[in-house]
């Protein structure tokens, strides 16, 4: 007899236990070979005194099983609580989410009935590092990291889905035409990639005008695999032009687990009522049991569920006078799909998991960059109130050895040399200062000294290199 496979399951807060118990007797009823290991995380453990809503046995319990479904979490409001699915996807590094977003017309209302998309955000990196800094009164700083490897992890991830999935296009999402280095990394990553896949299909659109074509015409995209922020933004986007929130689960995978949610909230106010649709999470057990092999039974639910909406019976969120049949509650819904398990849709397109592959990453190994790193400078960032006419009199009547000052910024905006005297300047200003001869160091630190002795306020600096020649640091504005 097949062993049982270990997964962690918690059922949450507000309407989670619901959704989690529909999900449950569906996933029973299939008699999948899972063996269910419960735990506690969300308000109650949030309240108890845990800021990050987890214990610290619990990690356990989902370091050993690998995958956990997760029912969604009320945080409490007030300061202090850390997100709680920051938290996991952190510490387990799962870096990849992934999120189908698919119409059911003529049973679920859409202005998209074609669409059938699926969108691969970078979880990691970019704005959600989470390194922000008030430098002055006036000014705060986040930063964004974008990596080659947490680059390529993603994007290979996006190119092995569609593969696997069968699916014929990747799309890359960035806006390299301004954030040339940032971005430019992701873009580049994703061309060098997507030669591996001659098979696959790739493009890359500016996210801006990526965005207004997949909010209106969703059907040219397959897969769209794009950095944190974006893909935070847009997969909301997909998963509601599709149908609705409530239809859509999400995976988040990593080397070291993978957790599978609902896209939405806990929805409080629905709470206790047997009213919430438990469809998300339905979904993503059965991106659950596809991760851990168990096709069939993925298979087997998905088309029940299929069936289940093409036979109009919908919670109160779908239901559509003229279209739904029979309005249910959350138990009555799982009753049907339990029911249907065996049964196919006849209208809407039935999926079919026999010929595909298990879902399991091959663990990505950095391998690191050789290339020939020079130090030619540094960026000094300094906090002033000075006028600009002012600072850039007191900044350039100085000499600073075999350093040239090579221009002043403030946000981003040259000032010097060909300043114009419109510009909108802040306290916080950006000085670079290129090294004429071979630089050290040293040298940056007897420049900086000579700065702080100038009575000059420095915030920050970033050391400017080129690599393989090529500088690697932007240019100013203007
Ligand atoms: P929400 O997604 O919980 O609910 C917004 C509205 O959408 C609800 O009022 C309801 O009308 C509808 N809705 C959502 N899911 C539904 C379902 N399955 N069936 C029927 N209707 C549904 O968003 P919110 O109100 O902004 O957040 C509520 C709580 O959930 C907050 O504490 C928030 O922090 C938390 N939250 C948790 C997660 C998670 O655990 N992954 C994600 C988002 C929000």
């Known amino acids: 007899m097949n062993q049982k496979v270990p997964i962690t399951i918690a059922h949450g807060d507000g309407i989670g236990p619901e959704i989690m118990e529909a999900t449950l007797k569906v996933l029973r009823a299939s008699s999948a070979a899972l063996d269910y290991r419960e735990v506690e995380i969300g308000e109650k453990v949030y309240l108890a005194g845990h800021p990050t809503g987890i214990e610290d046995s619990t990690w356990e319990t989902i370091r050993q099983t690998k995958a956990f479904l997760k029912a969604p979490i009320t945080t409490p409001q007030g300061g202090g609580f850390k997100s709680l699915n920051v938290t996991i996807r952190t510490t387990l590094g799962l870096y990849a989410n992934v999120r189908p977003c698919v119409s059911y017309h003529p049973f679920v209302a859409t202005k998209h ?42 994007i290979r991830y996006a190119f092995e889905y569609a593969k696997r999935n069968n699916r014929k296009k990747v799309t890359c999402f960035v806006k390299d035409n301004i954030m040339k280095l940032t971005d430019g990394l992701f873009h580049a990553v994703f061309n060098r990639v997507a030669k591996e896949y001659p098979n696959i299909e790739s493009d890359h659109w500016i996210v801006d005008i990526g965005a207004a074509k997949l909010a209106d015409t969703p059907e040219l995209f397959d897969v769209v695999v794009m950095p944190n922020l974006y893909g935070d933004i847009l997969s909301d986007v997909g998963a509601q032009i599709a149908g609705s929130v409530g239809l859509v689960g999400s995976a988040n995978i990593g080397d070291h687990g993978a957790m599978f949610e609902a896209i939405h909230g806990s929805a409080p106010r629905r709470a206790g009522q047997n009213v919430a649709n438990p469809s998300a999470l339905m979904l993503a057990s059965v991106l659950l049991l596809l991760h851990v092999g168990l096709k069939h039974e993925a298979e087997a639910i998905h088309n029940a569920w299929l069936k289940t909406i093409e036979d109009g019976v919908h919670t109160y969120d779908i239901f559509k006078e003229g279209v739904s049949k029979q309005k249910v509650g959350t138990k009555e819904f799982a009753d049907a799909v339990a029911g249907n398990l065996g049964q196919k849709p006849s209208e809407l397109k039935a999926v079919s998991y026999g010929e595909s ?12 960059i050789k ?19 002012e600072f850039e009199k007191n900044m350039t009547s100085e000499s600073y ?48 000294k000579s700065l702080i002795k100038g009575r000059w306020d420095i915030i920050k600096t970033e050391h400017l290199y080129e690599f393989n020649g090529e500088p690697g640091y932007s240019s100013p504005k203007g």
């Open 357 to 368: 592959k298990i879902e399991k990453e091959p663990v990505f190994k950095r391998t690191p």
């Open 401 to 448: 050895g075999e350093f040239k000052l090579e221009m002043i910024s403030n946000r981003g905006a040259r000032v010097y040399p060909g300043g114009m005297p419109e510009t909108f300047c802040i306290d916080q200003w950006r000085v670079r200062f290129m090294h004429e001869g071979l630089c050290t160091q040293e040298d940056l630190l007897d420049l900086l």
């Open 113 to 154: 009935p074609e669409m059938d998309v699926v969108i691969v955000r970078e979880n990691e990196e970019d704005l959600y590092s989470g390194i922000e800094y008030r430098q002055s009164p006036e000014v705060c700083e986040s930063i964004k990291l974008i990596s080659e490897p947490g680059s390529e992890k993603i």
């Open 371 to 389: 290339v020939k790193r020079k130090l030619v400078g540094i960026d000094v960032y300094i906090y002033s109130n000075l006028t600009l006419e």
